[in-house]
């Protein structure tokens, strides 16, 4: 498995998102643990989570209780795995909202301690700033999160160039990555993947397939994605990341899935070699 910098650890160049685990239209969770544990098996030691994953009827947290039982129910070992939590985002039936204040960011970083069953989360990371907290009293509360030992590397989603740069200013060598969307259809954040790499912060793209997985999605944007996948015998999903692990070094995908083969499917995407005039082709 080739690997990828996450602040002071080396991480699976490809993660697992685990957010469609618990969507309203879940799978089963003997599905979503064979999920989880396929992942594992391919070698993925970096899944992605957030207390806000949860279904409409069920309040936060559902997502990392099916993270956490999955790691306690695999038959081989998870030393080297690290699970990146998220807070931030509140849950109200189906209405998101944001809270950004530090006293929130604490009891959300205790609850999920707790459900996912460690003294320190692996990656915590500031989920969507909210606008009516100023960014850096919303940073300074993640900061203090690490200096009381219950993160043990911080991380930021969403978040624009400026952002960026207050988070790196306050939270220092504390801040390892940053979740922004990136995929072919959206390319909005392609200065931040810049900023990532000359900071030297891990860019983990949320929705990296975009949409893919709908043949009715394909279209005109992903035409030369699926003239390379033909070419190579290969999914236009695998494809899209490893264009997407060739774009930067500090590009680390996390694709959800909800079914074994999908993950499987993701992870073999690290060894495709991609030409590059089939890069050129992929980033017009």
């Known amino acids: 498995m080739q690997t990828r ?41 970096l899944v992605d989570t957030a207390d806000a994953y949860t279904p409409a009827e069920r309040g936060p947290g559902m997502n990392e209780e099916v993270v956490a039982k ?40 205790e ?38 030992g219950l993160i043990q590397r911080a991380g930021i989603s969403n978040a624009d160039l400026d952002q960026i740069r207050i988070a790196a200013e306050i939270l220092g060598a504390a801040l390892v990555s940053v979740q922004n969307e990136f995929s072919p259809k959206f390319r909005s ?23 893919m997985r709908e043949a009715k999605e394909l279209g005109e944007k992903y035409a030369a994605f699926a003239d390379v996948a033909r070419a190579h015998g290969v999914s236009p999903q695998q494809v899209c990341l490893a264009w997407e692990l060739a774009l930067s070094d500090a590009m680390i995908p996390i694709p959800g899935a909800s079914r074994e083969e999908s993950i499987r499917d993701s992870v073999a995407a690290i060894e495709l070699q991609l030409t590059d005039d089939e890069l050129a082709a992929l980033s017009q």
Not at 17 to 38: I, K, N, S
Not at 96 to 106: A, I, M, Q
Not at 111 to 116: E, F, H, W
């Open 70 to 109: 999955a790691l306690a129910s695999y038959s081989g070992s998870t030393d080297g795995v690290i699970v990146a939590t998220k807070g931030g985002h509140t849950r109200d039936g189906a209405d998101w909202g944001l809270n950004g204040r530090p006293d929130y960011l604490r009891s959300a970083c």
């Open 5 to 45: 910098r996450l602040g002071d650890a080396q991480v699976s160049a490809i993660g697992l998102g685990a957010m469609p685990l618990t969507t309203d239209r879940r799978p089963d969770e003997a599905q979503a643990l064979r999920t989880v544990h396929a992942a594992l098996d391919a070698g993925v030691t």
């Open 111 to 148: 609850a999920s301690l707790r459900r996912l069953g460690v003294e320190a989360i692996g990656l915590y990371q500031h989920h969507r700033p909210d606008p009516d907290v100023p960014y850096e009293e919303t940073m300074g509360g993640l900061k203090d999160l690490y200096d009381a």
């Open 189 to 211: 954040s392609e200065p931040e993947i810049g900023v990532c790499a000359e900071l030297g912060l891990a860019f983990l793209p949320w929705s990296p397939l975009g949409g």
